[in-house]
């Protein structure tokens, strides 16, 4: 069963898979992979892309133990599936066979990138192998596998988000107030995430990058289950607007923010009914306060243009607190700042950063809360994530290398072969044909996430013995067996910790070439080699 809904795990796929069994032919051996087609929204300048969230797909779906109760529950829903609510095909005996003689786990292996691997578009980012009759089962986990898309497109998105905000404290930022970079882009998605699960995984990709989280299912996610109790993610007391109407006026409103919170960080929604107004009139009227608390204010408009907006409640904290001028010669605003928190894509981040540093600002004033631009307004195309077979090792010995290249659209090209990914001498992730006797390279960086069943061990439960009796207590999907299997000697390498992941990110991204070519001359001429053999 599937942890959330209570699926059989025969149906996480889609329909026309469980079709497919039928139809591949005989085979000793097959081989499919996935990756990202393309660079974030085709961006010709930065090709650059955060590979992230395997482990939450493997943990949660792959490595769940399949049943006879699954079997027999899918059996019952496909009696009816097909057109004219007809019997669909539906592979019962295979899949009697995974439980029967392979323990109930999916008899695949699967090869993946190490998570947080900054690479880019065309590198492998996993690869499946199937082999005798469960061969025919290749691709059936496409469908879960293919949705590590999202997690890659939030960190890669938040990458570049970083990118652009870090270039502007390159320019306007003294290199010892550099700390506050971290917290630069606040994630303001749960809301408008369409589920729970979705705001752990895009919330998580998102602090990879940024420690600055209000989605505290995330925030709780990586701290607890994926760093070992350490904390991931940080946000500050701030005001909503129905705080605001609560009270008869905003200066009582921003009263009782500064008297609870004044004297460390806390932010006060200003636009509930004329932002203009508040920076003028509210504003002023309770400096003395804020002042005699000590703390430090952000301004949150929330409604207009983004960049007026910024601008706006900047020139009004000028006004009312003053500023300094740093080493760079731009003007820091004493004790407030501005977030803006409304509209705010990548677009819309670098023309507010731009306009900012042109007012004279430093971009330490201002810090940024992204909401649906984070995690929901992007895409599988987005990056173009797909996944096709490679390679097969036909029923009388005979192996193909296979490719996908349609005429109509060369940009959905797929790779032929098994394949390696190995760094160049500069560090960058290139990819290869695996050698003819089928051993991987020994720097291949796909490594095995998944084999038949033995899965990485979690080095990085929290050290709290609260919280892991809380966590024991509360869980009803991980059996016992499952605890065993996961803890095991048999299993593979372990998972790293998020801060580690984090690292890695940070320190592979910025030694990558923004635009590489990673398909190696040796991939080249199997690619011409295939393409020369012509159409089946």
């Given at each position: 069963m599937s942890p959330f809904f209570h699926l059989p795990l025969a149906v996480m796929t889609d329909s026309y898979k469980t079709t497919h069994p039928f139809i591949y032919p005989e085979a000793q051996k097959m081989v499919a992979y996935g990756e990202?087609?393309?660079?974030?929204d085709k961006d010709p300048n930065d090709q650059r892309i955060v590979f992230y969230g395997i482990r939450y797909i493997i943990e949660n779906y792959i490595a769940k133990k399949w049943t006879m109760q699954d079997i027999l529950q899918a059996e019952i829903f496909f009696a009816t599936h097909n057109a004219g609510f007809t019997p669909f095909p539906f592979p019962k005996d295979l899949f009697i066979k995974v439980v029967k003689e392979h323990d109930g786990y999916f008899p695949v292996k699967i090869e993946a990138l190490p998570e947080g691997t900054a690479g880019h578009a065309h590198i492998p980012a996993y690869q499946i192998t199937a082999e005798?009759?469960?061969?025919?089962?290749?691709?059936?986990?496409?469908?879960?596998?293919?949705?590590?898309?999202?997690?890659?497109?939030?960190?890669?998105?938040?990458?570049?988000s970083r990118d652009l905000i870090q270039t502007a404290y390159d320019k306007s930022v003294d290199e010892e107030s550099f700390w506050s970079l971290e917290s630069r882009l606040h994630d303001f998605g749960f809301r408008g995430?369409?589920?729970?699960?979705?705001?752990?995984?895009?919330?998580?990709?998102?602090?990879?990058?940024?420690?600055?989280?209000?989605?505290?299912?995330?925030?709780?996610?990586?701290?607890?289950?994926?760093?070992?109790?350490?904390?991931?993610?940080?946000?500050?007391?701030?005001?909503?607007?129905?705080?605001?109407?609560?009270?008869?006026?905003?200066?009582?409103?921003?009263?009782?923010?500064?008297?609870?919170?004044?004297?460390?960080?806390?932010?006060?929604?200003?636009?509930?009914y004329d932002y203009q107004r508040a920076l003028d009139s509210v504003l002023p009227a309770v400096a003395s306060f804020k002042l005699e608390k000590g703390g430090f204010l952000v301004l949150?408009?929330?409604?207009?243009?983004?960049?007026?907006?910024?601008?706006?409640?900047?020139?009004?904290?000028?006004?009312?607190?003053?500023?300094?001028?740093?080493?760079?010669?731009?003007?820091?605003?004493?004790?407030?700042?501005?977030?803006?928190?409304?509209?705010?894509?990548?677009?819309?981040?670098?023309r507010v950063l731009d306009a900012v540093l042109a007012e004279g600002y430093s971009a330490q004033n201002c810090a940024f809360g992204m909401g649906g631009g984070l995690l929901q307004k992007l895409n599988r195309d987005t990056l173009s994530v797909a996944t096709k077979l490679s390679h097969i090792v036909y029923a009388n010995g005979s192996k193909r290398d296979v490719m996908k290249h349609p005429k109509s659209d060369s940009d959905k090209l797929s790779l032929p072969g098994?394949?390696?990914?190995?760094?160049?001498?500069?560090?960058?992730?290139?990819?290869?044909?695996?050698?003819?006797?089928?051993?991987?390279?020994?720097?291949?960086?796909?490594?095995?996430?998944?084999?038949?069943?033995?899965?990485?061990?979690?080095?990085?439960?929290?050290?709290?013995?609260?919280?892991?009796?809380?966590?024991n207590n509360a869980s009803n999907d991980t059996t016992e067996e499952d605890k065993y299997r996961l803890s095991t000697e048999d299993a593979l390498l372990a998972w790293p910790k998020f801060s580690d992941i984090k690292s890695r990110v940070q320190r592979e991204w910025e030694s990558l070439p923004k635009v590489f070519d990673p398909i190696s001359k040796e991939l080249r001429q199997k690619i011409k080699v295939v393409l020369a053999a012509g159409e089946p």
């Open positions: 990202m087609r393309q660079a974030y005798g009759e469960m061969s025919r089962l290749v691709t059936y986990l496409e469908t879960i596998l293919t949705m590590v898309w999202y997690p890659t497109t939030v960190a890669t998105l938040s990458r570049r995430c369409t589920s729970v699960e979705q705001s752990v995984i895009g919330g998580t990709a998102h602090l990879l990058n940024f420690t600055g989280s209000d989605t505290l299912s995330a925030a709780f996610y990586a701290q607890f289950h994926l760093n070992g109790g350490e904390p991931v993610a940080s946000s500050i007391p701030a005001s909503e607007h129905s705080v605001m109407m609560a009270f008869e006026t905003e200066k009582e409103a921003m009263e009782g923010m500064i008297k609870n919170f004044g004297e460390g960080v806390f932010a006060c929604v200003m636009d509930s949150r408009p929330d409604s207009g243009d983004v960049v007026d907006a910024v601008l706006q409640g900047l020139r009004a904290a000028e006004r009312v607190f003053g500023y300094d001028v740093n080493k760079k010669g731009y003007k820091v605003i004493r004790g407030c700042g501005v977030i803006q928190g409304d509209g705010v894509s990548y677009q819309s981040l670098g098994i394949l390696d990914v190995v760094r160049n001498e500069q560090g960058v992730p290139v990819v290869y044909p695996r050698a003819e006797n089928g051993v991987a390279h020994k720097d291949n960086l796909l490594q095995v996430v998944y084999d038949h069943g033995r899965v990485p061990v979690s080095a990085t439960a929290s050290t709290s013995p609260e919280f892991a009796t809380s966590v």
